[in-house]
């Protein structure tokens, strides 16, 4: 059974950090594209970044360039969204997914998903 484990949400202010983690168990990360997702309060989810499965990382959105960052560690089997400058726009669940295809793929091609930790950024 494919199972994550996400972790590093919280409450911080805006202009902070915050790091979050994607732990995997029952399957090797690195055989997959894992993704951040997240959704806000009466919002769609949307893609945040991806790590492919051939060491190819993307930021989904224009908006996060330069401020999140997406890493692997394989010896971990785990994804990490490093997430600096938060504005209370970027509050919301955040979400981990595995496709076995690409980071390309729309999100109903996402098969496995974790069960999200939440990021409140808020004065």
């Known amino acids: 059974q494919l199972n994550f484990v996400e972790s590093g949400g919280g409450l911080v202010q805006p202009g902070g950090s915050l790091k979050l983690s994607c732990t995997a168990s029952g399957f090797a990360l690195d055989r997959y594209a894992v993704a951040w997702f997240r959704q806000a309060p009466g919002k769609e989810r949307e893609g945040v970044a991806c790590f492919s499965m051939s060491n190819f990382n993307m930021t989904y959105l224009d908006s996060l360039k330069g401020r999140f960052t997406i890493s692997r560690d394989n010896a971990k089997n785990t994804v990490y969204l490093q997430m600096n400058s938060l504005k209370p726009e970027d509050t919301g669940v955040y979400y981990c997914?595995?496709?076995?295809?690409?980071?390309?793929?729309?999100?109903?091609?996402?098969?496995?998903w974790g069960q999200g930790t939440q990021v409140t950024v808020s004065s």
């Open positions: 997914a595995a496709s076995d295809t690409t980071c390309l793929v729309p999100r109903t091609h996402f098969d496995y």
